[in-house]
Every structure is written in C-alpha cells, then in structure tokens.
C-alpha cells in the first residue's frame, strides 16, 4: 500500500485566514467539517447531484463535495454562515432575509447550499444582464435539490431579491 500524501494548504473561510494539513485526497467538503469544524456546508449525495454543499469559491457558486482541497489552496471559500455584512457578523444578506420573510426553508439541511447557489446565481444573472424570471430561475438553480418540496418559497424569496436588486 502507498503512503498517504498531505499537504499544508491555506484557505479564507469566511473571512477568516485558516491553515491546514490535508489527505491530498480529500474533498474540500470534508476539509471544511472535518478539519475546520464548517458545518454550514452540508454533506447530502457525495457525488455531486444534490448541491447540499454549495459555497461560494473566489466569488462563484462550487460544489465542495467534488473539489479536492488541494486544489482550494489560496482560495477564498464563502458559505451560508459568512454570507452577509461582515462576513454574516454584520446582518443578513438579502437571499437570507427574503427565505426567512417568504419561508422558503423547511427542515433547514439544504438551506446553506440553496443560498450560497442563489447568491452565485444572482451575481451570475447581473452579470450577464439576464433577466430572472421564474423559468429562468428554476434553471439556475435546479442544481440544488430540497427534499421537503419547498421550492415554491424559495421561488417567491429569490424572485422578491431579483426584483429588489434589478434583474427580476
């Protein structure tokens, strides 16, 4: 059997500067849990399908779940829980607020990957200068999958942010 490799990466989590030494095999998902206590991240399918462990890498939305850590070194890793002013110290982001006003979450485990896709997702659309209606919000993040059916909330909340911030 081969010897383990691992390397000493360097992340910003959430604002913050963290170092760590990982299994070169081992997925930035696991790196954020297991090694750095991130719990906002959640761990649904492992493959990819289910978008439970969205973050926001550099700016754009990225399944953690399918990244190696190591290839994460020196990057900037955004989740649900550093959303907002502040790195989420300073308040609520838009996304957040408006699934809280429009109870756009049931159980809670999809939520952080369904608002880190949606604030991906917004910032992609303004970027583009698309305009996001509900057909073409439903495509964007039909990547992120709720078992508790609450899509029609999440519709209405991101719907209400697209309007606020002028691409609805």
Known sequence: MGARLQIEIGLTVDGAERRLLVDTRSTLLDALRDRLGVTSPKKGCDHGQCGSCTVLLDGRRHLTCLTLAAAADGREV????????DHGRGGLHPVQQAFLRHDALQCGYCTPGQVCSAVGMLAEAAAEE??????????????????????????????????????G
């Open 78 to 85: 955004v989740t649900a829980a550093g959303i907002g002013p």
């Open 130 to 167: 698309v305009t996001l209606d509900d057909a073409e919000i439903r495509e964007r993040m039909s990547g992120n999958l709720c078992r508790c059916g609450a899509y029609v909330n999440i519709l209405a909340a991101l719907r209400d942010v697209a309007r606020s911030e002028g691409t």
